[in-house]
Every structure is written in structure tokens, then in C-alpha cells.
């Protein structure tokens, strides 16, 4: 998976990248970073990027010319690869793990990270062919969404994580939050850990931590739940005790 990232912050794009697992899996060249500066690609003799909006109204627009130029630059380094070009933005469709498994099958992903009130359209008209955000609220600018996207991508690259990494319970696979986790010592400022996962009875501990699971996305994500259910991804048993905990939760 090539990673090519069109920002004004590429310093702060590559220190977030070379640490841990993705800093591992770029040793491992199963991905690869090229971050570049828009702002190298001005021909502006002050190197501005930005100038104020058509029309009137707050903030700067960042210029089509650097952007566009810094993308033919890319076009030629890539030899005609074929490519997405994703503009992060607060405008666009929200990201989901299921556009996570779907980009994680490209080769290579272009990424534009814009700043101030946005970028000239016509350049975005010329470039892009998809328009992510990662949430609803504003940040200043795509760099942190960006780190978010290559974060979820490249750890569904084969290789990237190792056999244990990549067999831990899935958040999300199956709609359900992930059951709670404890380690050592048994006993900590006066907490137990739950008894059951000290029986060694796997099948009585796996039934406790669906039932958590459960309990939690009914709790914070009901709507996660509703889906687990409409896709009959609970069993029979489990039915049962989410009816139960419906039943309860009338009661008071
Ligand atoms: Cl992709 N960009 C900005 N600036 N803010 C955001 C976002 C993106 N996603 C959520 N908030």
C-alpha cells in the first residue's frame, strides 16, 4: 500500500507515522509514505498557498493553482498507477470500517489534506473523486484525519499486524462493542476481578463476555445492537438474555 498525502503540515504527517505498528509495517515495506509540502508547488514569489474568498465572507480559500500542480507531480511519480484521490473534509461522507476494508484493497491512495475555509472548488472538480470526513465536529485541518485513515487502513494490510494482533476480537465485525479485559493482580485497591474468568470453564467465559459485550452496546451504541440483531448475528441463548435485560430495564 503506497500512501501519498498532499498537505502544508507534511512534517507533522511523517512523525505521526513512524512510530509503533505502522512505523513497523513501513521498515517492513508493506506500506509506504510520501507525504509532500502543496507549498513547494506555488509559483507565487511570496510562496502563498491561500487569498481571500469570491464573494466575501470569513477565512482564506486555499488557490487550485498549488494543489493541482502538486497532484500532476504525484500523476508523474506514480506512472499512470490508477488511484483514488481523497479530499478530507467535514463536508464529506463520515468514515466507517467498512470503507477501511474497501481502500485497504488499493495500491495507491492519494490524500488531500486542505486548511482555512476549505479549497478553491475547480480544483477539487479537476482531482478528487472522494470527499471523507471522520466525524462530526471541525478540526483545523485533514492532517489528524488523515493519520486516522491510514491508521484503520494499513492495519487490515496483510502482514502489517502479527498473527496475535490480527486475531483479537473485532470491535465492529459483528456490530458489538468489545467485552471488558483484565490483568494482573487479581485483586486491585479492593476490585475483584470477575470470578468467571478465573474458572478456566472457556465456555462459561465466553458466554460472560458475549453477554458484556451485549450489555455495553445496549448501553452506549443501541443502534449498534439493533443492527447485530436484524442481521441474527445473537444466538438463540444470547435472544433470550437481551430479552431479559429488556424486560428488566421496564421494571424500573
Ligand atoms: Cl476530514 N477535516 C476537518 N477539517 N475536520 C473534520 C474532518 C475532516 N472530519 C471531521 N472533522
New binding site residues.
Given amino acids: 500500500m503506497n500512501f501519498h498525502v498532499m498537505t502544508l503540515f507534511p512534517e507533522m504527517i511523517e512523525q505521526g507515522m513512524a512510530t509503533s505498528i505502522l512505523g513497523r509495517a513501513m521498515e517492513k515495506g508493506l506500506i509506504s509514505l510520501n507525504a509532500v509540502n502543496i507549498r513547494d508547488y506555488t509559483l507565487d514569489k511570496h510562496r502563498r498557498v491561500d487569498d481571500y474568498p469570491y464573494g466575501g465572507g470569513a477565512g482564506m480559500v486555499m488557490s487550485a493553482d498549488p494543489v493541482v500542480r502538486c497532484y500532476r507531480a504525484l500523476q508523474e511519480k506514480m506512472q499512470g498507477a490508477k488511484h483514488r484521490v481523497i479530499y ?3 463536508q ?1 461522507a463520515t468514515f466507517t470500517q467498512t470503507m477501511a476494508e474497501e481502500l485497504a484493497r488499493e495500491e495507491e491512495l492519494v490524500f488531500l489534506c ?1 486548511h482555512y475555509e476549505g479549497i478553491d472548488e475547480r480544483a477539487l472538480e479537476m482531482i478528487v473523486t472522494d470527499q ?4 462530526d ?6 492532517e489528524l ?1 488523515v493519520m486516522v485513515m491510514m491508521d484503520a487502513i494499513s492495519r487490515l494490510v496483510p502482514g502489517v499486524l502479527n498473527n496475535q494482533e490480527s486475531s483479537e476480537f473485532e470491535t465492529f465485525h459483528d456490530h458489538l462493542l468489545e467485552y471488558p479485559q483484565y490483568t494482573r493482580p487479581e485483586v486491585y485497591e479492593g476490585r475483584r476481578v470477575p470470578e468467571v474468568l478465573l474458572s478456566g470453564h472457556h465456555a462459561r467465559i465466553e458466554e460472560w463476555r458475549r453477554q458484556q459485550s451485549i450489555l455495553r452496546t445496549k448501553r452506549v451504541r443501541p443502534e449498534l445492537l439493533e443492527k447485530a440483531i436484524e442481521e441474527k448475528l445473537l444466538s438463540k441463548k444470547e435472544m433470550k438474555f437481551y430479552r431479559e435485560l429488556l424486560e428488566e430495564n421496564e421494571k424500573e
Fill in positions: 478530507l473534509t467535514p464529506g486542505g471523507v470526513s471522520i466525524g465536529y471541525v478540526l483545523t485541518g485533514g484525519p
